[in-house]
């Protein structure tokens, strides 16, 4: 058994584990590293680091109950439920002690875990999962020392599944380690590694030396590679290892999504899993179910997957146990992996936790980040892939995406070039559901929810805060990594800094939730008309800028429309002038005109405008009054915008792409 003390800086040996002194082969195959001053991992670290990868319960002692992150007072009121104090020192305190938590799920593939919190001579006993964290009473461990001493002794004597520890996995054999992290220099012989950079990138990244192998037994039904999603075929074993995470969430609970690069040795191939606990419920469906909808839908379509911006599943569902089970196992649920910590917090809570269970989902594809874009014109290119897949999934399945955001839109290097892909479908619902009030569990990316969501987060969702959220992305990304007007001062820079946190991080002002307030500046940009940013050069002929306004003035005339301006007490303010017709010239750089004819055909939208013709933002309403209906009922406005700004040549290329202007505060 490996413990886990009181560090202040968690993050400084989170690349670096050291293994336990505990010599047994679980152990063996893990290196001592630290960094030196080049940033290199291969000297031999003199000093003992943590090993959130191997610990196996965390024991946190505070020597002032001042700085504790729990009360250490027995709560005697049934009805007083919350350990929680509120100080600022003691508030930091439990963020560092949830961060501790944090890592340790991240570095392993875990159930739950138990944690021993010690604040001078009280101790309590906190088991957590991902649906939160229950813990004892505090109790005396020196004059009541047998409480303390029974839970170790039996924690001792757990099989690592009841430590916790995810039975469908196991450390990889030296040889298996070995072999997969060198993959990254391997794997590029290949026509595929060759093509596609990405998967070479993400084996290096999951070799990281110091980050353990781990060999995942993943028992479904498994398709080929020219058909997605097989559900005819019988359940099948494959073990595909895996080493440090692509991605990892940095929440204790909740859907604990973590990507993985991942690697057959079978097939020999690389895929992308995605590992995370979905929420049961009545109308909350699986990614898995969601994905199996939007295929069927589209099969008539006969068009790789990539093509139409969706990714190709190869595997997944519900994490099946090992060996293999009966069919009448797969049909129970007692073999699956819940979680239990809602049994307890359910009892007298007025937000009670869903249960979570655990599921995985193989895809094919290992795809670049939406900020790993090359220019502007890629970027917008990807964007319109994106819509396109929206558009389908909307019209051909009924299924609305609900968390349109720059970490869900993929770059897809194909033989045909980029292509934008719209990923994780977890918090997707059918059209039937979206009307139902019942809060089961949080939606959509604050940063790029619609303006009228953040201020009115029980009305039912809309086609259209799934379209402005495409918007939110594209302001997004070119604040952050193209040069604009605040790009070459300073002083302006930093001010865009911090107007850029207010606007996309900040929360709504209690007020706005009954009148359009000006300090909520999402919105009040929105009903203005006004373009977020606008990018250099400083043209009138710039496409991405008139693009930008185009969004901004269609946006405004929705949130002008009598379906939302019977939610505000309030009317808007005044429309800003329209802007002056543009000429298209001849198209240029790789529109997908494949996915867009696709949306033409299935969703009977009429043909886009041709080189050479001439178009408009939406017009300018002469009237006070507002609008009988709004321009988004359906995907067409936005994406002829997205389309109108593609074909146009010239400008493109001056547009340039730089470094993260906006760091994290």
Same mark, same amino acid.
């Given at each position: 058994?490996?413990?886990?003390?009181?560090?202040?800086?968690?993050?400084?040996?989170?690349?670096?584990?050291?293994?336990?002194?505990?010599?047994?082969?679980?152990?063996?195959? *893990? $290196? #001592?590293?630290?960094?030196?001053?080049?940033?290199?991992?291969? /000297?031999? +670290?003199?000093?003992?680091? %943590? &090993?959130?990868?191997?610990?196996?319960?965390?024991?946190?002692?505070?020597?002032?109950?001042?700085?504790?992150?729990?009360?250490?007072?027995?709560?005697?009121?049934?009805?007083?439920?919350?350990?929680?104090?509120?100080?600022?020192?003691?508030?930091?305190?439990?963020?560092?002690?949830?961060?501790?938590? *944090? $890592? #340790?799920?991240?570095?392993?593939?875990?159930?739950?875990?138990? /944690?021993? +919190?010690?604040?001078?001579? %009280? &101790?309590?006993?906190?088991?957590?999962?991902?649906?939160?964290?229950?813990?004892?009473?505090?109790?005396?461990?020196?004059?009541?020392?047998?409480?303390?001493?029974?839970?170790?002794?039996?924690?001792?004597?757990?099989?690592?599944?009841?430590?916790?520890?995810?039975?469908?996995?196991?450390?990889?054999?030296?040889?298996?380690?070995?072999?997969?992290?060198?993959?990254?220099?391997?794997?590029?012989?290949?026509?595929?590694?060759?093509?596609?950079?990405?998967?070479?990138?993400?084996?290096?990244?999951?070799?990281?030396?110091?980050?353990?192998?781990?060999?995942?037994?993943?028992?479904?039904?498994?398709?080929?590679?020219?058909?997605?999603?097989?559900?005819?075929?019988?359940?099948?074993?494959?073990?595909?290892?895996?080493?440090?995470?692509?991605?990892?969430?940095?929440?204790?609970?909740?859907?604990?999504?973590?990507?993985?690069?991942?690697?057959?040795?079978?097939?020999?191939?690389?895929?992308?899993?995605?590992?995370?606990?979905?929420?049961?419920?009545?109308?909350?469906?699986?990614?898995?179910?969601?994905?199996?909808?939007?295929?069927?839908?589209?099969?008539?379509?006969?068009?790789?997957?990539?093509?139409?911006?969706?990714?190709?599943?190869?595997?997944?569902?519900?994490?099946?146990?090992?060996?293999?089970?009966?069919?009448?196992?797969?049909?129970?649920?007692?073999?699956?992996?819940?979680?239990?910590?809602?049994?307890?917090?359910?009892?007298?809570?007025?937000?009670?936790?869903?249960?979570?269970?655990?599921?995985?989902?193989?895809?094919?594809?290992?795809?670049?980040?939406?900020?790993?874009?090359?220019?502007?014109?890629?970027?917008?290119?990807?964007?319109?892939?994106?819509?396109?897949?929206?558009?389908?999934?909307?019209?051909?399945?009924?299924?609305?995406?609900?968390?349109?955001?720059?970490?869900?839109?993929?770059?897809?290097?194909?033989?045909?070039?980029?292509?934008?892909?719209?990923?994780?479908?977890?918090?997707?619902?059918?059209?039937?559901?979206?009307?139902?009030?019942?809060?089961?569990?949080?939606?959509?990316?604050?940063?790029?929810?619609?303006?009228?969501?953040?201020?009115?987060?029980?009305?039912?969702?809309?086609?259209?805060?799934?379209?402005?959220?495409?918007?939110?992305?594209?302001?997004?990304?070119?604040?952050?990594?193209?040069?604009?007007?605040?790009?070459?001062?300073?002083?302006?820079?930093?001010?865009?800094?911090?107007?850029?946190?207010?606007?996309?991080?900040?929360?709504?002002?209690?007020?706005?939730?009954?009148?359009?307030?000006?300090?909520?500046?999402?919105?009040?940009?929105?009903?203005?008309?006004?373009?977020?940013?606008?990018?250099?050069?400083?043209?009138?002929?710039?496409?991405?800028?008139?693009?930008?306004?185009?969004?901004?003035?269609?946006?405004?005339?929705?949130?002008?429309?009598?379906?939302?301006?019977?939610?505000?007490?309030?009317?808007?303010?005044?429309?800003?002038?329209?802007?002056?017709?543009?000429?298209?010239?001849?198209?240029?750089?790789?529109?997908?005109?494949?996915?867009?004819?696709?949306?033409?055909?299935?969703?009977?939208?009429?043909?886009?405008?041709?080189?050479?013709?001439?178009?408009?933002?939406?017009?300018?309403?002469?009237?006070?009054?507002?609008?009988?209906?709004?321009?988004?009922?359906?995907?067409?406005?936005?994406?002829?915008?997205?389309?109108?700004?593609?074909?146009?040549?010239?400008?493109?290329?001056?547009?340039?792409?730089?470094?993260?202007?906006?760091?994290?505060?």
């Amino acid at each position: 058994m490996s413990t886990a003390k009181r560090q202040e800086d968690p993050s400084a040996s989170v690349s670096n584990p050291v293994p336990p002194s505990d010599s047994s082969p679980e152990h063996s195959n *893990v $290196e #001592i590293s630290s960094r030196n001053a080049e940033g290199d991992t291969d /000297v031999a +670290s003199p000093v003992a680091q %943590m &090993a959130w990868a191997f610990a196996e319960l965390l024991i946190e002692v505070k020597d002032s109950k001042y700085k504790a992150p729990f009360s250490t007072r027995v709560i005697k009121d049934p009805a007083y439920r919350s350990a929680m104090p509120a100080s600022q020192d003691r508030m930091l305190a439990r963020g560092r002690t949830t961060r501790y938590w *944090v $890592e #340790i799920f991240n570095h392993q593939h875990r159930q739950h875990m138990f /944690v021993v +919190s010690i604040i001078c001579n %009280m &101790a309590s006993l906190i088991y957590l999962d991902q649906s939160g964290a229950v813990y004892t009473q505090p109790f005396d461990y020196v004059e009541e020392p047998v409480a303390l001493a029974t839970f170790l002794y039996r924690f001792t004597k757990m099989s690592p599944e009841e430590r916790g520890h995810d039975p469908t996995t196991s450390l990889a054999s030296e040889s298996e380690r070995d072999v997969f992290r060198e993959l990254w220099r391997t794997y590029p012989d290949s026509a595929i590694g060759r093509r596609n950079p990405a998967p070479i990138l993400a084996l290096k990244h999951a070799g990281t030396p110091g980050w353990p192998v781990y060999a995942l037994s993943i028992y479904a039904s498994w398709s080929d590679e020219s058909k997605s999603l097989s559900t005819d075929r019988p359940f099948t074993l494959r073990r595909c290892f895996v080493g440090r995470p692509h991605y990892m969430s940095g929440s204790l609970t909740g859907r604990g999504t973590r990507g993985l690069v991942a690697y057959d040795l079978v097939d020999e191939r690389v895929m992308y899993i995605k590992d995370s606990w979905r929420a049961i419920s009545e109308d909350v469906s699986s990614e898995y179910d969601n994905y199996r909808r939007i295929y069927g839908r589209l099969a008539a379509l006969n068009a790789p997957f990539h093509e139409v911006g969706l990714l190709a599943v190869l595997a997944g569902g519900d994490v099946q146990p090992t060996p293999e089970p009966t069919a009448a196992d797969r049909c129970t649920t007692a073999t699956l992996q819940n979680t239990r910590a809602q049994e307890v917090l359910n009892d007298g809570l007025s937000t009670a936790p869903l249960m979570r269970r655990h599921q995985r989902l193989v895809f094919k594809e290992v795809c670049r980040p939406l900020e790993d874009f090359k220019d502007a014109h890629e970027l917008c290119d990807v964007l319109l892939h994106a819509l396109c897949a929206h558009s389908l999934a909307w019209g051909q399945a009924d299924i609305m995406h609900r968390d349109v955001s720059a970490s869900n839109i993929l770059i897809c290097d194909t033989v045909d070039g980029p292509r934008g892909v719209l990923a994780d479908w977890d918090l997707a619902k059918p059209k039937n559901l979206l009307s139902n009030q019942k809060a089961t569990q949080p939606s959509g990316t604050w940063q790029f929810l619609s303006a009228l969501r953040q201020c009115f987060p029980e009305t039912p969702w809309q086609l259209s805060d799934d379209l402005e959220s495409f918007m939110h992305v594209l302001n997004w990304i070119a604040l952050k990594y193209l040069k604009h007007e605040s790009t070459y001062e300073d002083e302006r820079i930093k001010t865009q800094c911090r107007w850029f946190h207010d606007v996309y991080d900040a929360r709504a002002p209690e007020e706005a939730t009954v009148k359009m307030d000006e300090r909520h500046i999402k919105l009040n940009y929105i009903v203005a008309g006004k373009p977020f940013v606008t990018v250099c050069p400083l043209r009138p002929d710039n496409p991405l800028n008139i693009l930008l306004r185009s969004l901004a003035q269609l946006f405004q005339e929705h949130y002008q429309s009598d379906e939302i301006q019977t939610i505000w007490r309030t009317p808007p303010p005044q429309p800003s002038p329209t802007l002056e017709p543009v000429t298209l010239a001849a198209p240029v750089g790789p529109t997908n005109l494949n996915v867009l004819s696709l949306v033409y055909e299935n969703l009977g939208l009429s043909p886009f405008p041709s080189a050479g013709t001439t178009t408009r933002a939406p017009p300018r309403k002469t009237k006070k009054q507002p609008k009988a209906t709004t321009p988004l009922t359906n995907h067409t406005p936005i994406i002829r915008l997205f389309h109108a700004a593609l074909v146009t040549p010239k400008w493109w290329s001056n547009i340039e792409k730089t470094s993260n202007q906006v760091p994290s505060w």
